[in-house]
Each structure stands twice: as structure tokens, then as C-alpha cells.
């Protein structure tokens, strides 16, 4: 089969790999109809995540047909569509019971590399390192899909792949940064990061009741879209200087609610510190650059909440973490527990509460994936959202 695969930073190619096999009793075989490109896979892109081997197949947000089941599959059965979630989880454990899925203790089979970088591991996650669990991804053909009776979920007759694609990362994970920012009624949230991620952050923010919502990116078609579909307020950060912005916007005191959904590869805004990161990443000091984490601690209002969508990697320098510390704030953070949001997702894509596809600005065949990573990384040609279509485009 075909399959998008990292060859080094900024080398993505479209190779010619084995078909996946059923290798647990509880695994599925999925023919990818729609898979997309997110921004933690530009981590990839950029280099930036260790434990990469050449032709590691990357992608974590994809859907197709069910075309093979293990004995164990109850959930499905051939010809079922599903959307599968980037987070793979056992059901059974500690975490799993929790439904803390994207911390599952058991799915992760290099847990002992993992262990050693952060004291423990956290759920296997698709085509993201061999740290993650070396799981290939779902740019591809078709995907082996382990854990079925616990992850995907089924799509309704009738619905498109588009409406329902992002239920695989992006919806969830804006839904689960706008809860973990632990929104009161009327709240003022500040949203950094006009991408997927942020737009679903926006849309998420006023489902949990924000009064306010003010969005913060430096690309003037993203800022665009959380204005136009996520009816935020916005603040260019490459014009304007966004502390101050925010406080004259709040009277002084703050967005109760910051949302951090750029991570770790903050571009410049008005601040120096940015060409600082840049500088100590180049040479292995830093791992991330923190930029937006440290203007969102400085920003957050007394005793307001920080979440964190946004992937960091390792190392972070310079948290004013006793401004932090001082003014009472709260962090909360993570890979999605997308399996924890699916049923209530799906049920608001199929009540027409909302519509997903509205981030999508690319569509394109599986074999352009190269050329497609640049220009979402790049943000050219106003791209937001790419999926990627392995039968072709349609
Ligand atoms: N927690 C999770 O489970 C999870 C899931 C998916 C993605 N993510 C992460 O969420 C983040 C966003 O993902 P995405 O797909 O939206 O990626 P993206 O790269 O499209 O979006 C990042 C946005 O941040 C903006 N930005 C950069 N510097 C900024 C600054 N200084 N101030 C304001 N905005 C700035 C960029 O212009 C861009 O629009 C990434 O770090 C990604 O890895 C996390
Ligand atoms: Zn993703
Ligand atoms: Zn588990």
C-alpha cells in the first residue's frame, strides 16, 4: 500500500509499504477514506519530536471503512464506517477506568523509553515516535487499528466523512481545552492559536458558557475565521502588543480563561524572547519555545485557569512560574482523552449543533501529502485544515 513516511526533518514521502495484518484478536484493518494533517504533525515535520526512524509512517486523524476483523471484535463488523481516535487505549487499566485514555498504562510498548523521559508512560499514540509506542500511522491505505472494542467509533448512515473526520483529534481536543479551562457562566476566554486546535477551542469556549471569547494568532485568515465562524473578538499579535490589548479589553484585569493552542513552536510576536528560544532550540539548550506559555501566565487574570492543548516536547526555559505561583493560577494539560468525548461529539454533529468541516481550506490525494505539509506548515495559499483522500479527491 501507499503511506505517508518521515525520512528526516522536513522529508516526508509517500512510500510503498506492506499492508497492515491483524495482530491481536482485538485489532481491526481499516481502509482510510479521509485522513488529515495536524499541527502536532508538524512537530514531526520539523524535526522537532525524538525517537523518529526513517520510514515511520506518520498521521493520527483518520477514518475509513472496517475491512477485516480479529476474532475478538465485537464492536464492528466489515463494512462498518468508523473514525478512529489518535489515542489507543486498553479499556481495562487504572487510567482507562478513569477515562483517562490518552494515559492508558498499558498500550504503550516501549513504556520503559517513555519512563525514562517522564517518569512514566503515557498511552501509545498512532504514528508518533517510538517513544509514543512506534504505532503506524493513518496516512496511509489502510491502518491496523488495535484496541477496536475501546477506540473508534461508528459513523451514522448518511453523514459524510468531512462532518465527522475531526472527532479522530480536533474536536475533542478543543472540547476538552475548553473544559479543562474550568469556564464559569459569562467568563472572558482568551484563545491563543487560530488553528484547528483554536478554532475548536472558540466553538468549545461558548459551549461551556464563555461570555467572551478573544482569539490570538498572527495569520490574518485564521484570525478571520475565529471571528467570522468562532464570533471571537481578535487581536493580531504581529501588529498589536497582546498584554496590553487583553487588559485594556478586560479593565485591567485579565481573560479569566487561557487557552494556550499554539505550543511548542510559537512564532515571533512582539516579544524578543521568541528569537531567544529560537536561538537556544538551534543549538540543543531548549527543546520548545514557550513564548505563548509565558505570555498566556502573564496575561491569565488573579486566580484564572491556563489550558494547555498546545504539544510541548521536553524542556521549557524562563516559566515565570512565581508570577504563576503568586497569582493563584490553575494548569491543566494533556493529550486528549478522545475517547472520552466521542458519544457527546457525535451527537452534536448529528443534532447539526455544529458542523466541523467549516476549518477545512485543502483537499488532496495521499500521494501530494509532501507537498501539502509545506504549505500547511508554511500557512500558504490561506491554508487552515488539509485532509488528505487516498482514493482520490472527489
Ligand atoms: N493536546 C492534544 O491532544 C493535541 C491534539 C492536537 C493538536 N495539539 C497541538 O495543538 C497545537 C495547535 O495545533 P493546530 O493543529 O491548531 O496547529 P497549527 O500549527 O495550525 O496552529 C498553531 C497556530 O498558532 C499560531 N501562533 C504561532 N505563534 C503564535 C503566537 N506567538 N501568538 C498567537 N498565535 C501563534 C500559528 O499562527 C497557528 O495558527 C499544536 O501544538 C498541536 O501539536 C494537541
Ligand atoms: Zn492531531
Ligand atoms: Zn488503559
Redesign the pocket.
Known amino acids: 500500500m501507499k503511506a505517508v513516511c518521515w525520512h528526516g526533518k522536513e522529508d516526508m514521502r509517500v512510500d510503498t509499504v506492506p499492508d497492515p495484518q491483524i495482530l491481536n484478536p482485538d485489532d481491526i484493518i481499516v481502509k482510510i477514506t479521509s485522513t488529515a494533517i ?3 504533525d ?2 514531526l515535520y520539523g524535526g522537532f519530536m525524538p525517537t523518529m526512524e526513517a520510514g515511520d509512517i506518520v498521521g493520527h486523524e483518520p477514518m475509513g471503512e472496517v475491512v477485516e476483523l480479529g476474532s475478538a471484535v465485537t464492536k464492528f463488523k466489515v463494512g462498518d464506517r468508523v473514525v478512529v481516535p ?2 489507543i487505549a486498553c479499556g481495562e487499566c487504572f487510567f482507562c477506568k478513569k477515562t483517562l485514555y ?1 494515559l492508558c498504562d498499558t498500550t504503550n510498548p516501549n513504556y520503559e523509553m517513555a519512563r525514562k523521559a517522564m517518569g512514566q508512560s503515557p498511552a501509545g499514540l498512532f504514528g508518533y515516535s517510538h517513544l509514543m509506542g512506534a504505532f503506524p500511522g493513518g496516512q496511509a491505505e489502510y491502518l491496523r487499528v488495535p484496541k477496536a472494542n475501546v477506540g473508534p467509533i461508528k459513523v451514522p448512515d448518511g453523514i459524510p466523512d468531512e462532518k465527522v473526520l475531526f472527532l479522530s ?2 474536536f475533542p ?1 478543543g472540547y ?2 475548553a473544559e479543562n479551562a474550568e469556564i464559569e457562566p459569562g467568563d472572558t476566554v482568551a484563545v ?8 475548536f477551542s472558540i466553538q468549545s469556549a461558548w459551549m461551556f458558557g464563555a461570555g467572551r471569547v478573544i482569539a ?4 490574518p485568515e ?1 484570525l478571520q475565521m475565529a471571528q467570522q465562524k468562532g464570533k471571537a473578538e481578535i487581536i493580531n ?1 504581529d501588529k498589536e502588543k ?1 498584554h496590553e490589548r487583553l487588559m485594556e479589553m478586560t479593565n485591567g484585569r485579565g481573560p479569566d480563561r487561557c487557552i494556550e ?9 512582539t516579544g524578543i524572547d ?1 528569537y531567544l528560544d529560537r536561538a537556544k532550540q538551534a543549538v540543543m539548550l531548549e527543546t520548545d519555545r514557550p ?2 506559555l509565558r ?1 498566556a501566565i502573564m496575561c491569565c487574570r488573579k486566580g484564572g485557569t491556563i489550558s ?4 510541548y516536547i521536553s524542556m521549557v526555559d524562563k516559566i515565570p512560574f512565581g508570577a504563576a505561583m503568586n497569582k493563584g493560577l490553575t494548569f491543566k ?4 482523552h ?1 475517547q472520552r468525548y466521542l458519544p457527546t461529539l457525535m451527537q452534536k454533529i448529528v443534532d447539526g449543533e455544529i458542523d466541523p468541516s467549516f476549518v477545512i481550506t485543502h483537499r488532496a490525494p495521499l500521494q501530494v501529502a509532501p507537498e501539502m505539509y509545506k504549505t ?2 508554511d ?1 500558504k495559499d490561506g491554508c ?2 488539509v485532509v488528505l483522500k487516498p482514493g482520490g479527491v472527489v
Open positions: 495536524c499541527g502536532s508538524l512537530h489518535f489515542t490518552s483529534d480536533i481536543t476538552m481545552a491563543w492559536g487560530c488553528g484547528p486546535v483554536g478554532q490570538i494568532d498572527l495569520v485564521r499579535a497582546v493552542a499554539v505550543g511548542t513552536e510559537a512564532h515571533v510576536g521568541t513564548h505563548v505570555q494547555v492543548p498546545g504539544v494539560m494533556g493529550q486528549t478522545v500547511f506548515r500557512k487552515i485544515k
